[in-house]
């Protein structure tokens, strides 16, 4: 029996016994976790969630804290400003070892539910600054300034999932995905792209990174590449 989770903007497909790096988890080592955003459950009945599969779990056990490879980023901005600089990234990661898969009952397991480190700090963080912030209104020139601040740019991170072939020397059609061609077929099997699962896995920052390789910005979310093949991937 297989299941398809969520966890951290990412989807794995996991059997029983599995090692994983998940984005990181807010728990310690030796800790069991369970994850409840299940999307699909395979095995002799295939179950496909709307979006989720009600009751369904996966169980896991936290094997330790871990960082992802060292990622470099070349930054240069060339208008007006001239500068240039190198900055590394290294993700931090938790390694679970999946254990059992709930079809059914995982609502009222008891176990303690799987929750991103950075969300926790997120809500910690904005319970303080709705305590902290005075209960005057905003006046209307500084909330005007405050709409018209320039969004913040996320920084790209390269994939974990990259591959070097295709698994068992056949990779999947990705030109069934709207605005990919052969040719761009072809430059993301060099990158390391050879399946829908890959694809369907990434983040913000992960697509950001696939903007720049690809020389191209925003025809990912454009064309809604997550979801083309998150249904690629489960057909």
């Known amino acids: ?37 299940i999307l699909m459950l395979g095995g002799d009945t295939v179950v496909v969630g709307a979006p989720m599969v009600d009751g369904a779990a996966v169980q896991a056990e936290v094997v330790d804290q871990i960082k992802g490879e060292k990622v470099i980023n070349f930054v240069k901005r060339r208008r007006k400003h001239g500068s240039q600089r190198t900055k590394g990234h290294r993700q931090k990661l938790t390694l679970v070892r999946i254990g059992d898969i709930l079809a059914t009952g995982g609502d009222k397991s008891g176990v303690k539910a799987a929750i991103g480190a950075g ?24 909330a005007a300034k405050a709409a018209a601040a320039p969004a913040v740019e996320i920084a790209g991170v390269e994939p974990t999932n990259l591959l070097k072939e295709a698994r068992g020397g056949q990779p999947d059609d990705l030109k069934k995905i709207s605005g990919v061609g052969p040719k761009l077929e072809g430059t993301l099997h060099e990158i390391g792209v050879f399946h829908f699962d890959q694809i369907s896995a990434w983040g913000p920052a992960e697509i950001a990174y696939m903007d720049d390789r690809l020389s191209f910005k925003g025809r990912i979310e454009r064309d809604d590449w997550i979801a083309q093949a998150t249904q690629f991937a489960a057909e």
């Open 119 to 142: 969300s926790v700090a997120g809500v910690a963080v904005a319970a303080v600054a709705a305590k902290a912030a005075p209960k005057k209104a905003a006046a209307p020139k500084k």
């Open 1 to 37: 029996m297989f299941a398809v989770m969520k966890t951290g903007g990412k989807q794995y497909k996991v059997q029983s016994g599995d090692m994983l790096r998940v984005e990181k988890l807010a728990a310690d080592a030796g800790e069991t976790v369970q994850f409840n955003e």
